[in-house]
Nanobody, 122 residues
Framework: QVQLVESGGGLVQAGGSLRLSCAASGSIFSLNLMGWYRQAPGKQRELVAAITSGGMTNYADSVKGRFTISRDNAQNTAYLQMNSLKPEDTALYFC????????????????WGQGTQVTVSS
């Protein structure tokens, strides 16, 4: 089994910064794509940012220039640096990862963390 644990959420004033972490553990042969999603009350979950094992990144238009996704492959950890936070960034932030658990399993499985709350006050 694979576990993803997010941390780093909290309450911050508009214009402030937070750094989220997502640590993967368990039966892991390789971590492929890792991503951060968020879900605000009454809204659908949306992609915030994603990063491949090789470091290629993709961002939602709403966070471009403010958020930076990165990863430490040796630590099986992804990060989301969030700067210039806005009240509309308030949401429950989830990380996910596409994981190959064994060398003989070619197709990765997607795992999700439990989420960490980010609240931005105006």
């Amino acid at each position: 089994q694979v576990q993803l644990v997010e941390s780093g959420g909290g309450l911050v004033q508009a214009g402030g910064s937070l750094r989220l972490s997502c640590a993967a553990s368990g039966s892991i042969f390789s971590l492929n794509l890792m991503g951060w999603y968020r879900q605000a009350p009454g809204k659908q979950r949306e992609l915030v940012a994603a990063i491949t094992s090789g470091g290629m990144t993709n961002y939602a238009d709403s966070v471009k220039g403010r958020f930076t996704i990165s990863r430490d492959n040796a630590q099986n950890t992804a990060y989301l640096q969030m700067n210039s936070l806005k009240p509309e960034d308030t949401a429950l932030y989830f990380c996910n990862a596409d994981v190959r658990q064994h060398i003989w399993i070619q197709t990765p499985s997607r795992y999700w963390g439990q989420g960490t709350q980010v609240t931005v006050s105006s």
